[in-house]
């Protein structure tokens, strides 16, 4: 089992960047996929990102490439995701998930920390 925290989110202007954490906490860290879920207002939850469980393989959703970036830091047991210009349809709730030796193309995930706010003004 792995409990995730997201942090790093706040209000930044369009054309800005943010780094998003997801500090997790549990045993075997780099056993897991991880991936970035945002939800806005109103919206379902998007898949925005993904990394498999050592970190060589990404996949970023179609509307984010180019703009985003997802790695992770398996000594630290932290996933990450770099956004830069940034607009404001990206303002949502921006949340972690991880499942254990996960396919890439998955998009169910056990376990979610309990997202942050990414808001972006124009």
């Known amino acids: 089992q792995v409990q995730l925290v997201e942090s790093g989110g706040g209000l930044v202007q369009a054309g800005g960047s943010l780094r998003l954490s997801c500090a997790a906490s549990?045993?075997?860290?780099?056993?897991?996929?991880m991936a970035w879920f945002r939800q806005a207002p109103g919206k379902e939850r998007e898949f925005v990102a993904a990394i498999s469980w050592s970190g060589g393989v990404t996949s970023i959703a179609d509307s984010k490439k180019g703009r985003f970036t997802v790695s992770r830091d398996n000594a630290k047991t932290t996933l990450y995701l770099q956004m830069s210009s940034l607009k404001p349809e990206d303002t949502a709730v921006y949340s972690c998930a991880a499942r254990q030796w996960a396919p890439l193309h998955s998009r169910n995930y056990p376990y979610w920390g309990q997202g942050t706010q990414v808001t972006v003004s124009s």
């Open positions: 549990g045993r075997d860290f780099s056993t897991y996929t």
